[in-house]
């Protein structure tokens, strides 16, 4: 299999050039490559004024990504389960170095097609993942599965519809996204820097699922959840009969500190009910994969939980918000990656929404 690589400049500045992978639906060979590259090429770049074209060329799927020079990190892969392979993003806040890089995203692979869970956290990490899927098969890409609105799940999203993706969401992923499109593009793309942001877009879904749903990509089913509101108001879990994979994404944070974007009280609510389920591991949204369930989830409950007391009594001593920012919580520090960063947010969405309980 070959793939088209572009490099090409932002506004002509050769000091702002990169390399930009441009998917085709069907896997490539050599001759057919070099045959439409060139119209390939200047397809893509419609609608891209800011991007000029220096050379494009035709790579080995295997050195598409090895001879990148702009990359910020090997891009290591483990397959958890037979078919079931996961990328681990660092666990950090987007940056440069990492490009945005910082969820953990992967693919299921079945008897006839591909399904993707998560894009990544830049149109780079999308191009890098569908990369690493080429290397392994030649199956087509036929869903990408977005498990929730954060831009570090979401943003490579476009590479997987260029490639014929269907992508697929919860209920309310159409409207979240949407209405956040503008500030996650504006903040990331100064988070993360202009060679790494390089034509990332936010891509809204194709298809929702309200309640549940399985795909079927051939001989193994996948049964796609949406969870009322939790760490978001739109999260969607998968299900990997075959090998009782479940990939919870965000609902289950490990060593990077958990973050509230829908309710305390959900979240705690919604593991409470996950927890009965048997399954044989988990992938959780942040940190190592895969976890043993339901053990996996007592450390981010145990934040969570800590939270909503802590808080509570924050409110009944008649605390300001302000006060329970600096005061709640040092004791539910642990283990916890970018606390600082994350857990005075917590504080002050948990406080609003315990306030009048």
């Known amino acids: 299999m070959f793939e088209l690589v572009l490099s090409v400049c932002i506004l002509g500045d050769p000091s702002q050039c990169m390399e930009r992978r441009v998917p085709d639906q ?6 057919s490559c070099m045959r439409r590259g060139q119209s390939m090429a200047k397809r893509w770049l419609e609608g891209r004024p800011d991007l000029t074209l220096d050379t494009w060329s035709c790579k080995a799927a295997s050195r598409a990504e090895e001879e990148r020079d702009d990359r910020p990190a090997p891009f290591a892969l483990s397959e958890v389960a037979p078919g079931v392979w996961v990328h681990e993003g660092a666990v950090a806040t987007p940056s440069p170095e990492n490009g945005g890089d910082i969820a953990n995203i992967g693919f299921i692979v079945g008897d006839e097609a591909v399904a993707v869970i998560d894009a990544g956290g830049s149109r780079k990490v999308g191009e ?17 599965i977005l498990t929730h609105m954060h831009p570090d799940h979401v943003l490579g999203a476009s590479v997987f ?10 209920a309310r992923l159409e409207r979240a996204l949407s209405a956040r499109a503008g500030t ?4 990331n793309r ?12 936010v891509v809204l879904p194709d ?8 795909i079927d990509l051939g001989d193994r089913i996948l049964v796609l959840e949406a969870h009322p509101t939790a760490h978001t108001d739109n999260d969607l879990t998968v299900l990997d009969r075959r090998t009782g994979t479940w990939w919870v994404s965000d609902l289950v944070f490990r060593e990077h500190t958990p973050s509230i974007d829908g309710s305390l009280i ?19 949204g942040h940190g190592p ?39 709640v919580g040092g004791d539910l520090r642990g283990d916890w990656a970018l606390f600082d960063a994350f857990h005075p947010r917590n504080v002050s969405a948990a406080f609003k929404e315990l306030e009048w309980e």
């Not at 593991?271 to 044989?280: G, T």
């Open 26 to 31: 069907k896997p490539m060979g050599m001759v």
């Open 128 to 144: 890098r993942l569908l990369d690493a899927i080429r290397r392994h098969t030649d199956k087509p890409v036929r869903w990408l």
């Open 161 to 170: 519809r260029e490639a014929g993706a269907t992508l697929i969401g919860h």
């Open 184 to 187: 996650y593009v504006a903040n």
């Open 190 to 201: 100064r988070l993360i820097g202009e060679r790494a942001w390089a034509e990332t877009e």
């Open 207 to 214: 298809e929702a699922v309200d309640g549940r749903r399985e």
């Open 266 to 284: 959900g979240w705690i609510e919604v593991l409470e009910e996950m927890k009965a389920r048997q399954v044989a591991r988990i992938v959780p």
């Open 289 to 327: 994969a895969p976890l043993p369930w339901p053990e996996g989830a007592q450390p981010i409950s145990g934040y969570l939980l800590g939270l909503a007391s802590e808080v509570r009594t924050a409110i009944a001593r008649g605390d300001t918000m302000m006060e329970a920012m600096e005061d």
